[in-house]
């Protein structure tokens, strides 16, 4: 992995615009499919590629590293132009953004915005990098004048091509042919587009004004290999075409993607009698390999220009403008060599390998400039004297977790089958040991709280113990046959937990955590969940280590240790949403202490660490997804961490719903896998890809200010109409405590009592369950209980509005039209009662029956009583039917 880039340039320097809360700082890992672009200039080896949604400019030597941030897909194209001042990219997906970015200042230029109904597959600039050529799968070949204010689509061509699902062609740009001509080879699987185009600004009288007109005349040709007019004969089934380059002005050589390792070469033939124009030929097709080509690329010599040619093999074959073999290299490290890419530096020596040995005669020693090849693995070498030197390595295959040492600058890395101890203490991203479970699939690791161990779960059911610095294995455990799903150490080290795939909890304890030999003893198994655990979290309550488990079914079980694993207490802590995290909020001195989770209604919950009772509820931005994971205090901040499906964010504490107090980045649009964080940044992983993001809290700080103080956020939260009834309910409240026919002088208050707050919330069309009511008012009861050991038992309108904001749904929308929330309402209730149903309606004794016997239960009494308060009636049939339109109408009569 190359190094972080501690040292910025004064240009990049100048242009850095304010910093941000989450800061890009590396990325490990390339996505061997798009490779390298070579950017050397003035004697620096500097190359271009991307992964995921993340363009990076990497110097070979110096190990300088420059990530760009600005795509939200993931990038699929990637283009330098011939002078290599400018970068361009494409993301995947229809209406992409085309990024063209500045090479030496290291930032975004220009975006074209496609706005097409097909995704980008291929991008190039013209010789004098003043055209971008976009192709889009549905074959449409534009020019883009991009360097204007607003980029200009001068010219769209329909190349009438069928472009696989998955299939990049290649588009490559020479210089003149003649009369000022430029040529454009656009390669196909089956087929060779060559465009001959020539493009002139004019000035041109549009109503009386001069205006500038770009004007493209092209001509267009088609090269099919198996065409009758060609000597090479026709292409067998399976076989297709890769990338093409120019040998010369006149000469392409194309490579066989699939089939045998051939190489095409296409000549531009003088007008005949068949063909009185200058056209292009297929002139021959030589095999050099039985697997297919996957990189070609060329480099310009005194004698002339060298084809340079590798396949799956890890053979490179260097080749002359005819098409004869120069020079071959074999190295089993480059074994699955996807891209090569020559740098524009002085030719060095290759090397005198095995097959300049076994010649009869001396030979001179083969130079080439030097490069950097890519395999399918994302591991990126350079060829120094004949050797392949590895530049750096992505991360392992498959579905990667990263776990941070809780003192070093040290991290675990795991792909399915293979462990990696990675270090940063070097400003580097550099492997120290690894270790492979072949049969073996890992599932989830863990440090121990000391940081001399390391726990993996594996899919057999295993948890293996490794040491920490060497990766040498200690011990194995085996709680039973199902999958280990999830591991945790207590602080000292002396007790380790497993839950695995049958929803079961595994302990294990020693006596001294000292000895890494020392022998695990099993204290038992519980299986007290019905669906999968979520965490594994130990705390010390009253001198002694509990264990917590959480998991789908909304439970959270707690576990006395000290009687040999037996359940405590089990709480059932959500009603509806379901929990996806558990870890100890990190509260301050004057804070009782909370467990805190997340759930998939976008809350935080807190619960006190001792009783288990909820305290409070925080409500957090609507993200992509739930949060997956959480991090408390990561870089030693006031903060948490947390990530979703593809963000990555950070929030300050205290806690309260303050959306400015809050900052998300897209980390990996192909999908977060696990996050973790060291001394100085947090680093997020996922498929062939390792990112390391700093935290500056600072900003962070300056985006809360900007956003308002004190209650300016929370009633930046409300709607104007929301607002204003939000006040008429609360003030109304008051009256009615009061007595609304009273004659006395009202008691002018910013309070309201408790036992009003269910009725005002509904008031403000968002009905609560009763379980929900019960929450919001055992929080505001015991909001300062730590403090003044008194329950509150009035509220303030500020107050107020700070737990409705957080308390109500993040998905709910305010409706001034009451009739309307209540339709809403009514129809998603008879909806949930029908599922069980069949057909769309219901008598009116069912309707009774599902209100007395499922969820929140009703009395027969309490539901009589809510039927005349809202509608009058008391005398309903019980044989009476009705849907939901039908109930609203004619029994509520809204």
Not at 134 to 156: G, N
Request: aromatic share 8%; glycine share 4%; hydrophobic share 35%.
């Amino acid at each position: 992995m190359p190094e972080k880039n501690d040292e910025k340039s004064a240009q990049q320097e100048s242009s850095e615009v304010s910093k941000r809360p989450l800061e890009l700082s590396w990325v490990c890992g390339v996505n061997p499919r798009l490779g390298f672009l070579d950017l050397t200039q003035d004697g620096e080896h500097t190359v271009a590629y991307a992964n995921k949604h993340i363009v990076v400019i990497q110097t070979i030597n110096t190990k300088k590293h420059f990530p760009l941030v600005g795509h939200r897909n993931i990038v699929q194209n990637l283009a330098i132009s011939p002078c290599k001042r400018w970068l361009a990219s494409s993301e995947i997906g229809s209406s992409a953004s085309v990024i063209i970015w500045d090479v030496e200042r290291k930032e975004g230029l220009q975006t074209i915005d496609t706005r097409a109904s097909s995704d980008v597959v291929s991008l190039s600039f013209s010789t004098d990098s003043a055209t971008l050529f976009i192709l889009y799968r549905d074959s449409r070949l534009t020019m883009w004048r991009w360097a204007d204010d607003v980029p200009l689509k001068y010219e769209e061509i329909q190349l009438n091509a069928v472009i696989p699902a998955g299939f990049l062609p290649k588009i490559t740009v020479n210089t003149a042919i003649e009369d000022e001509h430029q040529c454009a080879i656009i390669t196909f699987p089956n087929k060779i587009v060559i465009l001959t185009y020539h493009s002139r600004v004019e000035i041109v009288n549009q109503d009386g004004d001069l205006l500038k007109k770009q004007i493209c005349t092209y001509n267009m040709e088609t090269l099919l290999p198996d065409d009758e007019e060609n000597d090479i004969g026709a292409m067998r089934e399976g076989w297709a075409l890769g990338e093409s380059v120019f040998v010369s002005s006149t000469e392409i050589a194309t490579s066989l993607g699939a089939g045998y390792g051939a190489v095409l070469m296409c000549k531009r033939a003088p007008p005949s009698d068949a063909r009185p124009k200058w056209h292009w030929r297929c002139q021959k097709l030589i095999r050099f390999s039985e697997r297919p080509i996957t990189t070609i690329d060329k480099y310009a010599t005194k004698e002339g220009t060298v084809v340079a040619i590798a396949d799956l093999s890890g053979h490179i074959r260097f080749l002359s403008s005819e098409l004869k073999l120069l020079y071959w290299v074999k190295k089993p490290k480059l074994v699955g060599c996807v891209c090569l890419r020559f740098a524009e530096l002085p030719a060095v020596s290759v090397g005198a390998g095995p097959e300049m040995r076994e010649a009869t005669l001396d030979q001179p020693v083969f130079e080439a400039p030097p490069f950097v090849t890519c395999t399918s693995e994302g591991v990126v070498h350079q060829m120094i004297n004949g050797a392949p030197t590895m530049v750096f390595e992505g991360p392992p295959k498959g579905h990667v977790r990263v776990k941070a040492h809780p003192f070093r600058d040290l991290v675990i890395i795991s792909g399915d089958h293979e462990l990696r101890l990675m270090s940063l203490e070097k400003s580097s991203f550099e492997c120290l040991c690894s270790v492979k479970l072949a049969s073996e699939k890992i599932l989830s690791i863990e440090f121990s709280s000391a940081g001399h161990e390391v726990a993996v779960g594996i899919s057999n059911g295993q948890s293996i113990i490794f040491d920490a610095f060497s990766l040498k294995e200690h011990t194995r455990l085996q709680g039973s046959d199902h999958a280990v799903v999830a591991t945790t150490f207590n602080d000292d080290g002396n007790y380790f937990a497993a839950a695995d795939a049958s929803h079961a909890v595994n302990l294990w304890e020693r006596d001294d955590a000292s000895n890494p030999k020392e022998e695990w003893r099993c204290m038992g198994r519980f299986r007290p969940h019905s669906e999968a655990v979520q965490s594994l979290l130990f705390i010390q309550e009253y001198g002694t280590d509990r264990l917590l488990s959480i998991s789908k079914d909304r439970k959270l079980v707690e576990y006395a240790i000290e009687d040999k694993l037996k359940i405590h207490s089990q709480y059932r802590i959500e009603s509806e949403s379901i929990p996806t995290n558990l870890v100890k909020y990190p509260a301050s001195r004057d804070e009782e202490e909370f467990l805190l989770t997340t759930n998939d209604s976008y809350k935080f919950r807190f619960y006190n660490q001792s009783t288990k009772l909820p305290r409070r509820m925080i409500s957090i931005s609507k993200y992509d997804s739930p949060i997956t994971e959480l991090i408390s205090r990561p870089c030693s901040t006031d903060s948490l961490a947390f990530s979703t499906d593809t963000s990555l964010g950070v929030v300050l504490l205290p806690l309260d719903g303050n959306p400015n107090k809050e900052y998300a980045v897209v980390a990996n649009p192909a999908g977060i896998t696990s996050i973790t964080a060291i001394k100085s940044s947090i680093l997020s992983c996922g498929e062939g890809i390792v990112t390391a993001w700093n935290i500056d809290l600072d900003s962070l700080e300056e985006q809360k200010l900007h956003g308002g103080v004190g209650m300016t956020p929370f009633y930046n939260m409300l709607k104007p109409d929301e607002f204003e009834l939000l006040k008429d309910v609360f003030y109304f409240c008051r009256l009615e405590e009061q007595g609304l026919d009273a004659e006395v002088a009202r008691d002018v208050s910013r309070t309201i009592p408790l036992n009003r707050i269910a009725e005002a919330v509904r008031a403000l069309g968002w009905f609560p369950t009763e379980q929900q009511v019960e929450e919001l008012l055992t929080e505001i009861k015991f909001s300062q209980f730590h403090k003044t050991q008194k329950q509150v038992k009035e509220i303030e309108m500020d107050d107020f509005i700070k737990f409705y904001v957080n308390h109500k749904p993040v998905d709910y929308k305010f409706q001034k039209n009451p009739d309307q929330i209540c339709m809403n309402d009514v129809q998603q209730a008879f909806e949930t009662m029908l599922e069980s149903e069949k057909g769309d309606s219901m008598t009116y004794k069912e309707f009774r029956h599902n209100l007395e016997n499922f969820g929140e239960k009703m009395s027969s009494s309490e539901i009589s009583k809510c039927i005349e308060k809202l509608c009058g009636m008391t005398n309903i049939s019980e044989d009476e039917t009705f849907n939901p339109h039908q109930f609203i109408t004619n029994i509520l009569k809204l």
